[in-house]
């Protein structure tokens, strides 16, 4: 008798071990960010902001550190591998390669610096129309066309995709001085520091809110532990609650 109760000890003993190994691969093989890879694109054109550009790139770069390598990002522009000035009579960056919008993953479009209104060359809108003018404004058009890219914007960024007539009845977000603009593209601009319009296109406001487009793409792509790494470094938490046109709306006041 002893011996068979020793038989079947040993048997749910393997069993539970068993059980336990099935349960940890189950786990494992679901967890949405296992073996995710992502590259990411930051376009660069003559005259483009310098903080809407490097604040993405030093949050993604961090990320692909903190994540072995599951995140590389390069600048890149419309031409190819060029040296690109940024506006306000800036330093120049090195565009190492040219954009390719049918590479997964993700497009950041900056904005630009310069005079914020005007018919000055080194003016805002001069400086966006001019980069339309380049073979930028095709290529955003065939991201937005592949389902395997996101689209992120920054900033005045937001308008190029607006002036191509890209973001027709989506909601967005660019600098505040860019919202009435925003919303004679044919967009529909929403007071947030930033905004999804689904899953392939977040745009944000200001400059400084690339850094929140960044982590909350790194966060949503990558997951909460690499993005809070990436905060801890930077000794920044990202700010505002991203817009989605989710839940309930609230009530407007102005139209009551």
């Known amino acids: 008798m002893k011996k068979i109760m020793g038989v079947l000890m040993s048997f749910v003993l393997v069993l539970c071990l068993v059980t336990s190994a099935a349960s940890a691969n189950s786990k494992e093989n679901n967890d949405p960010f296992k073996d995710k890879r992502m590259h990411v694109q930051i376009v660069l054109f003559d005259g483009f902001d310098l903080l809407d550009a490097l604040a993405p790139y030093e949050v993604f770069a961090a990320a692909g550190m903190f994540s072995n390598g599951a995140v590389t ?134 400059v400084t809110s690339g850094l929140d487009v960044a982590l909350y793409l790194v966060d949503r792509e990558l997951g909460p532990q690499i993005a809070n790494a990436v905060e801890q470094l930077f000794e920044y938490e990202k700010r505002g609650t991203v817009w989605r046109a989710e839940g309930i709306a609230p009530i407007n006041f102005d139209e009551n």
């Open 73 to 206: 990002v390069e600048l890149v522009s419309a031409e190819g591998k060029r040296s690109v000035p940024s506006g306000l009579n800036g330093p120049a960056l090195e565009a190492q390669a040219a954009l390719d919008p049918k590479r997964p993953g993700i497009i950041l479009v900056p904005g630009a610096s310069g005079k914020p209104a005007g018919n000055s060359e080194d003016a805002i809108p001069n400086i966006l129309k001019k980069a339309m003018m380049t073979g930028l404004s095709e290529k955003l058009k065939q991201a937005f066309n592949n389902e395997e890219v996101i689209v992120a914007t920054v900033c005045g960024g937001t308008l190029l995709p607006a002036m191509g007539g890209l973001l027709k009845d989506r909601h967005a977000v660019t600098n505040q001085i860019g919202m009435e603009a925003l919303g004679a593209l044919g967009a529909i601009p929403i007071e947030a520091r930033v905004v999804e319009d689904g899953p392939r296109f977040v745009s944000g406001g200001g």
